[in-house]
């Protein structure tokens, strides 16, 4: 089936499903995510609330990938001008590390691509096209993550607008989006992001007979934990053993290739439910409140670029950067608070455990990967552009630790830049690595492109989750979650020494007994119909630093699932059940636990 | 259990016996306040810390010149170390700063550090053993001991622990401790990073509170060590910082980039107007590390006026956001960018090699 991301004006697509016409204009714009056969380039829509959209990426770890490919039919032929939205993602004194070129009509166009430092529309060239339709390939020429958003072909030599409003502008003209999706669905529950903490409460909400949508932006369940990040869960299970054993992993190293049996697991166990209504691929980009409710989540094919509304008297957000509450007006946090604030501090680590002046550095996110040991030699390009990150630093395998924040980079808004940095660091210290002797059959097996974040925005509940209820071990009678895993928080290492990498982090661990989270910490404080669960639930930065591990945000997850059947049994908001329905609901809770597997 | 009940007494009777010296017996292996100890003139005995390990306390000293001023805390140890029962004493002095962090220690020659086996200490064991105890976060801290042992290994060497074998560690976190631990000397590596951690440190900083005085605060940001400089700028307050703002610039050129943001978060906005302080601030800029360089930018609105033109001349270390912030702090006000400055800036973005001309070109337009 084509894809609706391919836009015509004037020009006639007959490969798509639905087809705004402008005679108007004289371009062609084909979203490259849409393309019908991807060949080894891979959708990115890591990024789309930055740069604009999902992109296309190479991330052949050296090899240069497959071609992508598609086919438009022209109305009119002549000599078309062809763009690609694209970018040098390392520029410096060195060859861009991801080019690629354009073939239409297995004819090459002039130009390389993937050279300017920025989003932008780089000319590809032109073509003389004289036939009805038009064969266009996406050819990588490096293998190192050349990203392609977008093609542009035109009779005019006028280049598409650059700039983010005008761009954006100017794509929902060329795609002739109505205002609202036309198909809109209707649940009792609306979950936004299938890692762990949104799957457990898609179980847990399911169990209970809700009809329940989980919309996540990946193939595959699991956020950090899927097949794709590779993070292991760790944390206890609270009541909730039953639940969290379909969907949590075993205790493989970090990056291990046996995250691959788990997200079997995970993945057969979320889809036995026939009430869980599963939209993968799909990624959320709208919320919006009336009266302190959100009225609606709008979400969009991460690939096609159809959309869809969703509705539902309760929402979650389990999107881990709290993106539905940061959307309908929620409350959130963001970054580290002074360490007076909430009373955090442990002397032995001072600043690097909480500062006195609060600032942004948060937590930083990581990529995995792993390398195996060939039969043969393997030669691994030379990354003059990765080296420049890596620079002494060898590795032939990475960790939890390879970690990058830094204090002028957000790690939502500047995810791709942190992403990148990461790669730059991975092939650069691989590449280190293979220059000594003994290493010449190492070889990358799997290098993740997914960024895993440990932290972001905070959404902010009726309850600030803080490192003094660890501490003074409160129990709360909404205590819905219990943890009694170290309180575990992040450092660079070169705050202390400057020549260490910047992409290696430390970790200090506050060893704690059995500490609880309140049901209050989990839903919004302003949002009256917002539930949250995962790393963006409503705590201080060092409060995040315990319970942000994954058994532990599944128990989230699970104690807002079943909160949700309550609040749909009364016809009430998450409040209420802290108000009026406490009883009943921490007796639902404390049944799991007897519940056989 | 009557074995180790012995020697416990004995052990007990040896501590004992220490008591009552004047200062250290044997020249530190490895120190690294090596000019504090080269003026120890008195000990002084200030209290005790206890071993949960050993269930033994041992005595504290702190060691001072010959006018009393504090140089280095002291404790002149023998603990057993004891696996299945079989108990071996081990003898060492150690060492630490004023702040309660280890700097080194010392052996005596004829009672040498032994491994499990009865192998000596050889040097490069000796040099491990301080690599570690310098390791405030070691993976040591947050394992048990009995976490240190992997279960699923067979039996094959003859010291075991609870009987399973010593040194071998599980998988996950095999590599850290082998890389932090001398091999063969497992437990003894655990039990002395858990005394120069343990009670002891505490101890030291209540006493370090005790004498902490303005003399001793002067003493300790004019220091050497980085380390007493931070404890030192911990303490100070506005007018301090004022008084002292030379020390204060010079400890950020010099220091690691913790302390430098430790300062540039704190420093009161007065201290930013200083002409020649903030001029002396802004020109380390192009030296200093991405993070410091952060919060110099985020201060530019309390910084003298000269800095924007200072920093026009180091646009090109800066990264993407880095830039932006300073050009939105240029845009913010007409009158901050200077006909200096906007030649400074049109000059960058000629450059052929700085990465975000565009975005200047884009500015200046």
């Known amino acids: ?597 | 259990m009557g074995k180790s009940l012995g020697f416990l007494l004995a052990l007990s009777l040896g501590v004992i016996g220490f008591y009552g010296m004047t200062t250290p017996m044997n020249k530190p292996l490895f120190m690294r306040m090596e000019k504090e100890w080269q003026q120890v003139a008195k000990q002084q005995e200030i209290g005790e810390f206890y071993n949960p390990d050993s269930s033994l306390s041992h005595s504290l000293s702190l060691l001072t010149n010959e006018h009393e001023e504090p140089l280095l805390f002291y404790a002149d140890i023998l603990t057993p170390v004891c696996i299945d029962g079989t108990c071996k004493p081990v003898y060492i002095e150690l060492y630490w700063n004023l702040l309660g962090q280890y700097v080194g220690y010392a052996i005596d020659k004829t009672k040498p550090l032994t491994k499990f086996d009865h192998d000596h200490f050889i040097a490069a064991d000796y040099e491990k053993l301080h690599e570690l105890l310098l390791d405030n976060n070691s993976i040591l801290s947050r394992r048990k001991l009995e976490d240190l042992f992997d279960v699923n290994v067979k039996p094959g060497k003859k010291v075991t622990y609870k009987g399973v074998e010593v040194d071998a560690v599980t998988g996950a976190t095999r590599k850290e401790i082998k890389e932090s631990v001398i091999e063969g000397a497992l437990y003894s590596c655990y039990t002395l990073w858990h005394l120069v951690y343990g009670q002891v440190t505490g101890k030291i900083e209540g006493y370090l509170q005790s004498i902490y005085s303005a003399e001793l605060a002067a003493d300790f940001l004019y220091s050497d060590y980085p380390e007493y400089q931070f404890y030192a700028l911990k303490q100070m307050s506005s007018t301090d910082y004022q008084s002292h703002l030379s020390q204060v610039l010079h400890i950020i050129e010099s220091s690691a980039p913790l302390i430098r943001n430790y300062i540039l978060k704190k420093l009161p906005k007065d201290s930013w107007r200083e002409g020649d302080f903030s001029q002396g601030l802004y020109a380390l800029f192009s030296t200093i590390d991405l993070n410091s360089k952060t919060l110099l930018l985020q201060n530019l609105p309390n910084a003298h006026p000269t800095a924007a033109t200072l920093l026009s001349q180091q646009v090109m270390v800066m990264t993407k956001n880095q830039l932006k912030m300073y050009l939105a702090y240029l845009e913010e006000d007409a009158d901050r960018l200077t006909p200096t400055i906007r030649d400074n800036l049109a000059e960058t973005a000629k450059s052929e090699t700085y990465t975000f001309t565009y975005l200047i070109s884009a500015f200046l337009e």
């Open chain 1, 1 to 597: 089936m084509k894809k609706i991301g391919l836009t015509i004006l004037s020009v006639i697509s007959l490969l798509l499903t639905y087809v705004p016409i402008s005679t108007a204009q004289e371009g062609i714009l084909i979203e490259a995510e849409s393309f019908p056969e991807k060949g080894g380039w891979l959708v990115d829509p890591q990024f789309v609330e930055q740069m604009g959209s999902p992109y296309l990426m190479a991330h052949g770890m050296g090899q240069a990938v497959a071609r992508a490919a598609t086919e438009v039919t022209l109305a009119q032929k002549g000599t078309y001008h062809v763009w690609a939205r694209t970018k040098n993602w390392a520029p410096g004194d060195w060859a861009p590390p991801g080019q690629f070129k354009i073939e239409v009509n297995e004819k090459a166009l002039a130009n390389t691509l993937g050279l300017k430092p920025y989003w932008n529309w780089e000319y590809a060239g032109e073509i003389d096209i004289q036939s009805s339709k038009a064969a266009i390939e996406l050819v990588d020429l490096t293998g190192f993550n050349g990203r392609c958003d977008a093609v542009y072909l035109s009779l005019s030599n006028q280049a598409p607008p650059s700039k983010a409003k005008a761009l954006a502008k100017w794509r929902k003209e060329m795609l002739q989006e109505p205002p609202a999706p036309a198909i809109t669905k209707t649940y009792d529950l609306v979950i936004t992001g299938g890692g762990i903490a949104g799957c457990a409460a898609a179980i847990a909400a399911a169990e209970e007979g809700l009809q329940v949508a989980l919309i996540h932006d990946r193939p595959l369940l699991g956020g950090n934990a899927s097949s794709e990040i590779r993070v292991h869960t760790l944390g206890i299970y609270g009541k909730f053993e039953r639940i969290l054993k379909k969907i949590d992993t075993e205790h493989y190293p970090n990056g291990s290739s046996k995250a691959k049996l788990d997200q079997q697991k995970r993945d057969e166990n979320v889809k036995s439910y026939k009430n869980i209504h599963l939209f993968l691929n799909w990624r959320a980009y709208d919320a919006v409140a009336k009266d302190d409710l959100i009225q609606y989540v709008d979400a969009r094919q991460t690939a096609t670029g159809e959309r869809m509304r969703f509705k539902s008297p309760l929402y979650v957000d389990a999107t881990g950067d709290g993106w539905i509450g940061y959307w309908a007006g929620a409350e959130y946090s963001y970054g580290r608070e002074s360490v007076y604030k909430y009373g955090e501090a442990w002397d032995k680590w001072g600043e690097l455990w909480s500062p006195e002046e609060p600032d942004n550095f948060v937590m930083g996110s990581s990529i995995l990967w792993q390398t195996e040991v060939g039969e043969t030699a393997f030669d691994f390009p030379e990354v003059p552009w990765a080296v420049a990150v890596a620079k002494e630093h060898e590795a032939v395998a990475g960790e939890w630790y390879w970690e990058f924040s830094r204090n002028d980079l957000h790690q939502i808004e500047d995810g791709e830049e942190i992403r990148d940095h990461m790669l730059r660091a991975i092939f650069g210290s691989f590449s280190n690595a293979k220059q000594q002797a003994g290493n010449e059959k190492y070889r990358l097996q799997w290098v993740s492109y997914l960024l895993g974040k440990r932290e972001s925005r905070r959404l902010v509940g009726d309850y600030i989750f803080t490192f003094k209820d660890v501490v003074d071990k409160m129990e709360f009678s909404d205590s819905v979650v219990v943890e009694k895993r170290a309180i575990d928080v992040h450092y660079q290492r070169n705050l202390q020494d400057e020549k260490l990498p910047d992409f290696l982090s430390e970790a200090l661990f506050y060893k704690t007994g059995r500490y609880y989270i309140p049901y209050r910490s989990l839903y919004s404080r302003n949002i009256n119909n917002l539930f949250m669960a995962g790393r963006n639930f409503s705590c201080s930065h060092i409060g995040l630093g315990g319970p942000r591990v994954m058994r532990t945000t599944g128990q989230m997850g699970a104690a807002v699932g079943f909160a949700a059947a309550l609040c749909k049994k009364y016809e009430v908001n998450p409040r209420a059940i802290y108000q009026k329905y406490l009883k009943e609901y921490m007796n639902l809770i404390d049944r799991q636990q007897w519940v056989n597997p």
